[in-house]
């Protein structure tokens, strides 16, 4: 079945630094990529999503592509804020409507 | 817009005793699911509601049954409750299967003992 993989955590940076989470995903067709957010004590909520192959989902700072061809959809920031601390889920939906997740990266930002 | 709303929020349970977990939405959206989060494990799904009147089985349904009531509510049932069902539960909901936003619950935190 449909599955995701994502970098393991926890990840520690420093204010300003640049973060990346890789995420790799098995799918039949052409699924639909998340990344979700879930900050201490709260659900999950969308980051930013791409539909189809070679789009660019992009909020907050946060950017995301669609790679088909490497089964792809790594999360990048250019300049992370303490804000930014949380957990980050990748996501997929495909033709079968479930919503699968990875097991959650733990961002840690330090002033 | 109270969005999902997920009841109770805390719950502990001692083991073989029986519960469900209350989960309604006022989007209008056409699915429902159920995860829990584990630890290491990230969310799980455990059953989904593609639309109502339809529900399947996700990566770990044994233990839990559900029931989607109608359009706003989709409820999970443990029967007899095992320490290994100790877990945050979400509840989440999403207009078209999941290929647009899904909508979280806070979470119910259920302890087993």
């Known amino acids: 079945g449909d599955s995701v993989t994502q970098m393991e955590g926890p990840v520690t940076l420093s204010e300003e630094a640049f973060l990346t989470i890789n995420c790799t995903y098995t799918a039949t067709g052409y699924p639909s990529l998340f990344w979700y957010v879930q900050y201490p004590g709260e659900g999950l909520q969308l980051l930013l999503k791409a539909t189809k192959a070679d789009d660019k989902g992009s909020n907050k700072g946060f950017e995301a592509t669609y790679r088909k061809e490497t089964t792809s959809f790594h999360l990048e920031k250019g300049s992370v804020q303490v804000s930014d601390s949380a957990v980050y889920f990748c996501a997929l939906s495909g033709n079968d409507y479930k919503l699968s997740f990875g097991a959650g990266t733990t961002v840690t930002v330090r002033a | 817009n109270a969005g999902v709303t997920q009841t109770p929020k805390f719950q502990v349970l001692k083991t073989g005793q029986s519960m469900t977990l209350q989960c309604a939405q006022d989007?209008?959206?056409?699915?429902m699911y159920w995860y829990r989060q584990d630890p290491g494990m990230g969310l799980r799904l455990i059953y989904y509601s593609a639309s109502e009147g339809t529900t399947d089985k996700g990566e770990v349904p044994n233990g839990y049954n559900v029931s989607r009531l109608n359009k706003r509510e989709f409820s999970l049932r443990l029967e007899s409750a095992a320490p290994s069902q100790t877990s945050v539960y979400f509840c989440?909901?999403?207009?078209?299967?999941?290929?647009?936003?899904?909508?979280f619950g806070q979470g119910t935190r259920l302890t087993v003992v």
């Open positions: 989007m209008n959206h056409n699915s």
């Open positions: 989440a909901s999403s207009d078209t299967g999941g290929f647009t936003e899904a909508f």
